[in-house]
């Protein structure tokens, strides 16, 4: 007779995502459901996926009776600003007064003034911050977690930044991939010279890669801060000695960041919201992965989002993220992306649970990894007060987590 450490019951809905590699267009569509579901846990991997009749006979250390709920794989958050000092609610109000996101930075706020926060903040005090912040996103169901850096913009504080993201990584339940972002915006001491800047971080790569700091390579290519040739440098000099690359692409105006994603061969290409026809079609013929961040579009009170429809209709994979940051998208709560998905992106549900679980998890190359529930994969699970999964989209704004197991363990109830 099985014996496991741990055996979910009486599942009402179950989402395995099976299938391989990341869903493609029509692909997304799709989403295989087991009804009446159980599965069962040893050594902190799945054991065991079938009917509550079969698990009758199992025994277990633990039964955890999911009476009806819905359960997930764990939700992987593939694009996220973690570790930063200071926050920016002065910004609301600028907002408000209808001054652009871009207007703000070229005046020495929004991203600055996260990095002369960094700057000033300890490494310890970067960690316990990160933390919270991770704590929290754990509490709403996310067991793996991209993180950049970005707010140094010199040696000294990007380093800090990626070693707090090392230290998560050991004392921390969520799994993360760490991003070295050293080229989101142009320092002060640098504004005359942005080109001596990019060779600054270049060379800084050398030191990363040593100290296994970080696997992705990003930039912000965006008017006002790196130009498209210059991202194209800077990325190939990364992918030379053997980053993956991510690209902060076409997010505020349109400069064919979509196109040099798809060229470089990135991993991801991310925000897309002044995607052009053109990129789209790049995209869906590619392996980049659409990672969207509708959360970012909506904090910044714009009216254009991310042709996920046509991205999805083309054949690309799309992913959702939550950008979380200070500035664009202060927020850790990825199933409210998943709402906005729905609503401002007119994404299916079908579509968005792809999104958040395996093309999430290919977007930071973790797929055959996290974001799916297999016999022999990490037991990273999450059981839903929601009776199907349309649920969650639906009732927006709240956190319908019940219970959330890492490895095989509950970390939260
Ligand atoms: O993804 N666009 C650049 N970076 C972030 C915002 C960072 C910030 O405002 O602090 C983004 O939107
Ligand atoms: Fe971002």
Redesign the pocket.
Known sequence: MSHFDTLITNIGQLLTMEGSGPAKGEQMKKLPVLENAAIGLKDGKIAFIGTNEEAKGFRADQVIDANGKLVTPGLVDP?T?LV?GGS?EHELALKQQGVP?LEI?KRGG??L??VRATRAASEEELFEKAKFHLDRMLSYGVTTVEA?S??GLNEETELKQLRVVQRLQQEHPIDLVSTF?GA??IPPEHKDNPDEFLERMAALLHTIQKEELAEFVDI?C?TG?FTVEQSRAFLQAAKSLGFAVKI?AD??EPLGGTELAVELGAVSG??LVGASDVGIAQLAKSNTIAVL?PG?SFY?AKEKYARAREMIEAGASVALAT?F?????PTENLQLIMSLAALKLNMTPEEIWHAVTVNAAYAINRGEEAGRIAIGRKADIVIWDAPNYAYVPYHYGVNHVHMVLKEGKVVVK
């Open positions: 694009h600003h930063f920016r996101y930075l929004g991203i003034s996260t950049k970005g707010y972002l989101h915006a912000f965006e801060v902060h997010e505020i991310d925000h961040l970012t910044l950008d940051n200070p500035g664009s998208s």
